[in-house]
């Protein structure tokens, strides 16, 4: 199953407030196993860590930022170009202010914004914050559905655009700065390997093998068949026989 790393701080940040809000919203739609650092597990060593152990996962990451470093935690540096490297099997999607200015361009697989990431907000937590944060989201949504680097920053403009079209009358200002500013890095066609998931384990299991089934007669017939012991005249049968043999629906009587 594939992996899925959020770096999510929350401070008293006005910024911060709102992102890590609409990135919980992201969280809780993805259909794989997620490994969240979350407030002060978002800074550098923990992440490090999460990427280090799962070197091919998705990754978002939602902070401060500028050309040379993305942060987390109190805009402590998560990334800079002393651990860059470590993501570089990883697909990193960054929603931060300009960091593909310059150190975002290092990823292999990376999306993120060139240039100052701007966003109106209203009421807690507000529809037109949601304009901004939703069309960020598609890169992720678009990469959970098999689609390549290309095809998930498509789906991002094209949502940025639906919004400018059809949001609110207020707010919609910087939509198309973001939509402009968002850029991506390394193959276009890349997609990360989604594998499915396992079959699910069957109801039934031996004790006494490792043969599993569905059917319980079909596991009741292979005892019988397999682990049966040679049955002794009917008086002499142990009470465990006469009860084994219930279970497996024994034919031969008494």
């Known amino acids: 199953m594939p992996k899925v790393i959020f770096s999510r701080p929350d401070w008293n940040d006005q910024a911060t407030k709102w992102g890590t809000y609409w990135t919980k919203v992201l969280l809780d739609k993805c259909p794989f196993d997620v490994i969240e650092l979350y407030k002060e597990q978002a800074v550098k060593a923990p992440n490090e860590a999460a990427i280090k152990a799962n070197p091919t996962a998705m990754y978002y990451g939602f902070g401060h930022g500028n050309s040379s470093v993305f942060t987390g935690q109190n805009a402590t540096t998560v990334i800079d ?146 682990h049966c012991p040679v049955c002794p005249p009917p008086p002499e049968r142990p009470q465990w026989c006469k009860w084994f043999g219930d279970f497996v629906s024994c034919p031969i009587p008494g």
């Not at 490297?85 to 593909?100: G, M, Q, T």
């Not at 500013?181 to 093998?209: F, L």
């Open 81 to 226: 170009n002393s651990n860059v490297a470590l993501w570089d099997r990883a697909f990193v999607h960054l929603l931060s202010c300009s960091v593909f200015a310059g150190l975002g361009k290092k990823f292999t697989h990376g999306s993120g914004y060139s240039k100052t990431y701007y966003f109106y907000v209203m009421t807690w937590p507000d529809d037109v914050a949601k304009m901004y944060y939703d069309s960020d989201h598609q890169v992720m949504l678009a990469l959970w559905d098999k689609k390549t680097m290309a095809e998930a920053q498509k789906q991002l403009k094209d949502r940025y655009d639906y919004w400018f079209k059809n949001g609110p009358p207020y707010g919609k200002d910087y939509l198309i700065w973001d939509r402009d500013a968002h850029v991506i890095t390394g193959d276009p066609n890349a997609k990360p390997e989604i594998e499915p998931p396992p079959p699910p384990e069957p109801k039934y299991s031996c004790p006494w093998s490792d043969f599993k089934t569905d059917d319980i007669e079909a596991l009741k017939s292979h005892i019988f068949n397999v």
